[in-house]
C-alpha cells in the first residue's frame, strides 16, 4: 500500500532510475543477529527479530551512501518534479518474511524512501538482481558479491568501518572509483602480477594509445555521470562528485587512464595518481561515501582510516586471495551457498545485465 501522500515516493518508471540493490545487513547493522542466526537457527531468529521488531536497528556499512543517493533525489526533483531518473534504492533480503518487520520499522523511523524489498526468506539473492534491474549491488557477503559479478551486475562486498557519519559532506555524493580492475579491465594488473613493475611500465608505454578495457564498475559509473549530466546543463551546483584515485603513477601511466576516459566519454571530476603510495590520506581528504577498490590492503587501510570503503571482488587480485571462508548469511537458510561462484578471471562487459540502457 502507498504511504501517505506527504512522503517522498520512489519513481513509477523504473526504467530510468540507477537502481541500488543491498542486502539489509548492508543497510543497518544486524551482525548480532546474524551471529545469532547461526548459533541458533531460523526459528529462534525469527522469534527473536520478531520479539524486538520495535528495536531500532543501527546503521549498517551502506547507510551513509544509501541517505546521501536519496539526497541526490531531493535535488533532481528540483530540477525536473517528472524526472523518473533517479537512485532507486531496493533491499534484497535472505531475510524471512516474518523476520522483516523489525528492517520496515527500522526504514521508517530513519524516514528513508525506500519502499522495494524482496525478504526472500533463503533465497540467493542474486535470483533477483535482474528483476530489480540492478545497477550496483552491496553485500558484507563476499560469494553473493562475486556471483552477482559473474552474472555481469556490478557490485562490491561493504564492510563495517569505525569513521564518524558526521565528518561526510551531507551536500554532495562522493564515490571513489579504484582504476585498475574497477573502472578498468585487470588487463594491466594481470601484467604487473605476472612481470613486476618494469614489465607493467613497458606494456603502458607500448599501448599508450589504447584504450583500457571495461571493468566492472564501468557501466555504474556512466549512469553516475548520466545523472550529473542534468546539473551541468542547468548549470547548477553538483550534488554528486566522482573521483578516480589509482595507485598508478601520473606521468608514466596516467595518460592511458586518461585516453580510456576519453574514449568512453565518461566524465569523472577528480583524477589522483598515487604512484603506489597509500591512498588513505587523500581518502581522508576527499571524504568519500563509497569507496570502490579491488585489492584487500587498500581496503583494509580504508577501512582503518574510517572510509567506507568496499571491496570489488574482480579480477587477478581476487583470484590471488585464498578461498573465503565467509559462511556469515544475510539471515536465513543457506542453501543454494555454492549454487555459482567458479572464480573467472574476466568480467563479460558482452553480457549486458540491463537492457535498454
Ligand atoms: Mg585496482
Redesign the pocket.
Known sequence: MAASSSRAQPPKDTTKTLTITLSARALFDLEEEDKFFHENGLDAYIKLMVEKEKEVLGKGPAFEFVKSALAVNDHIRQLDKDDDELFDIVIVSRNHAQAGSRIINSINHYGLCLERLSLAGGTDPNTYLGAWNTDLFLSPDEKDARSAIEAGFPAAVVYKYNGDHKDLPKDQLRIVF?????LFS?ES?RVFKEKGLAGFQQNEEQKAGIPLGEGPMKTFASRIAQIQEKFHKANKPNPIRTYLV??RSGASAGQRTLITLRDWGLKIDECHYKSGASKTAILKAIRPHLFL???QS?IDAALKGGIPAAKVPY?I?YENQKPVGNKKRDGDPVEGEDAKGTMKGYYHVTKKAKSGK
Do not use: K, L, M
Not at 579504484?178 to 574497477?182: E, Q
Open positions: 579504484d582504476g585498475d580492475a574497477v585487470d594488473e589509482t595507485a577498490d579491488d585489492s587498500h579480477g587480485n
